[in-house]
């Protein structure tokens, strides 16, 4: 199983570009996180969904937006990059119950 | 904000030490969870310990639970220079629902020398 995959690994734009990371599970979980990691931090939940069709705002929502056509892909759309975006992105997804969040390997995009 | 803050920041032993890192939390939790990260990768689930648990064990890790303090610790035991990583402790809340959203501390990078 690949588990969670995410697309592209590297990415630089300039700024007020747009562009759509992809996130794939192939574990039919219900749940899908976007969060982003920034230097000496923790992740911040950007936006979730709680399943196909659903999805919701978390922490740092602002400036991205989400969508959940199909139960294993969750995209992050951003529609004008700014360099206050450039950070590790990562996607994770679990299924229903107490149960772990499984993540992908990270993109790493830089805004210049 | 950030619901978990993980002391020390950083943390460097000797192969076969054991290593222990703390994790303190300010609201109401129905489970912590720690992570491990290795450079260049995504995180990865190591352990869940619910609200109503105090110690749970999973090979070489260990890790505590204190409701009262809302605090947690975990215990890497005979380190390995293998172990070298960031580790997160996550909680989750009981206000978020089935959602589960977890809030991450900012993770103690461990070193352990060959």
């Known amino acids: 199983n690949a588990g969670v995959t995410q697309t592209p690994k590297f990415r630089v734009l300039k700024t007020g570009q747009s562009m759509t990371l992809l996130c794939a599970q192939d574990?039919?979980?219900?749940?899908m996180y976007w969060y982003r990691q920034d230097p000496g931090m923790g992740l911040r939940l950007i936006h979730y969904s709680v399943g196909e069709g659903t999805t919701a705002k978390g922490e740092v929502p602002d400036g991205y937006n989400v969508s959940r056509l199909k139960k294993q892909n969750f995209l992050l759309g951003l529609e004008s990059a700014a360099p206050s975006q450039t950070s590790v992105y990562f996607c994770?997804?679990?299924?229903?119950?107490?149960?772990?969040?499984?993540f992908g390997d990270g993109t790493r995009l830089s805004i210049l | 904000s950030q619901q978990g803050e993980e002391d020390p920041q950083a943390l460097s032993i000797q192969e076969g030490e054991n290593a222990t890192m703390n994790c303190s939390y300010k609201?109401?939790?129905?489970?912590l969870q720690w992570y491990r990260q290795n450079s260049g990768r995504g995180l990865v689930h190591l352990i869940l310990i619910r609200s109503n648990e105090r110690e749970k064990h999973s090979g070489r890790l260990r890790v505590t639970l204190d409701t009262s303090k809302k605090s947690s610790s975990l215990l890497i035991t005979a380190s390995r220079a293998a172990d070298t990583a960031s580790y997160f402790c996550a909680t989750g809340t009981l206000s978020s629902g089935s959602a589960r959203q977890l809030t991450f501390g900012s993770g103690t990078q461990l070193t352990v020398l060959p």
């Open positions: 574990m039919n979980h219900e749940y």
């Open positions: 994770a997804s679990r299924s229903t119950g107490d149960q772990p969040q499984h």
């Open positions: 609201t109401s939790i129905n489970n």
